[in-house]
């Protein structure tokens, strides 16, 4: 259901209590505006969230928004929408306080969660972050396995910005295992995917993978 289903699904409890005399509507129609709560909670952190990622500030803000969006969705029974609330929490934690430890019991059942509900976007988040969880422990091929899932799940949804920034990684990945060549063909292919889909930032994102990953001397005298 989406926001503004649940806007007016709780419209329609209101005026089937006043007008209709259902005192009962009212109990779902509390459960519905919880829904739209959480939706915005998770919406608003989200925003933050990208906030962060230009400013490097956190927001205090941002972490009580996921929490709040992820118990609203656990009381509502909504196992996609806590699965994706409790990703972004375990993201927070990752990639705001550097807090790995932190981060991974939010990613567990974050998974848990998007596997039940057959949420595949939320899954790809998941799997991507759980690789950087391993790339930090040095377990570099089970880091592949599942940035390799993650980018499978990102094509069978067309998320083609997140297969973009994928192939980023993994070829940051190849060349921590010693392929410099098969890291510079994975950024060349994540460049023409974030072309294609008019991913500006990963183009940006692409060009500085592919000086940092050049071979000693041919980035000199890049501005």
């Given at each position: 259901m989406t926001t503004a289903d649940r806007i007016e699904l709780a419209r329609?409890?209101?005026?089937?209590?006043?007008?209709?005399?259902?005192?009962?509507?009212?109990?779902t129609a509390d459960r519905a505006l919880d829904g739209v709560?959480?939706?915005l909670a998770l919406a608003r952190g989200r925003v933050l969230h990208a906030r962060y990622l230009a400013e490097e500030v956190e927001d205090p803000r941002e972490l009580e928004l996921f929490e709040r969006a992820a118990e609203?969705?656990?009381q509502l029974g909504d196992e996609r929408g806590e699965g994706e609330a409790r990703f972004w929490v375990g993201c927070l934690h990752q990639v705001i306080r550097g807090d790995g430890d932190a981060a991974a019991p939010a990613f567990a059942r974050a998974r848990e969660l998007?596997?039940?509900?057959g949420d595949k976007l939320t899954l790809s988040y998941v799997l991507?972050?759980?690789?950087?969880?391993?790339?930090?422990?040095?377990?570099?091929d089970a880091t592949r396995q599942l940035m390799e899932e993650s980018t499978r799940l990102r094509r069978e949804v067309g998320f083609l910005p997140?297969?973009?920034?994928?192939?980023?990684?993994?070829?940051y990945l190849a060349a921590e295992q010693g392929d410099p060549e098969g890291a510079l063909g994975l950024v060349d292919e994540a460049t023409q995917v974030a072309e294609a889909c008019s991913?500006?930032?990963i183009v940006r994102?692409?060009?500085?993978?592919?000086t940092d990953l050049a071979p000693a001397g041919e980035g000199a005298g890049r501005p």
């Open positions: 329609e409890l209101y005026e089937r209590a006043v007008f209709g005399g259902d005192a009962d509507a009212l109990v709560e959480a939706d609203l969705y656990r998007a596997t039940r509900a991507r972050h759980l690789a950087f969880l391993d790339q930090a422990a040095g377990r570099l997140g297969v973009a920034a994928n192939l980023l990684a993994l070829g991913a500006h930032g994102w692409a060009e500085e993978a592919r």
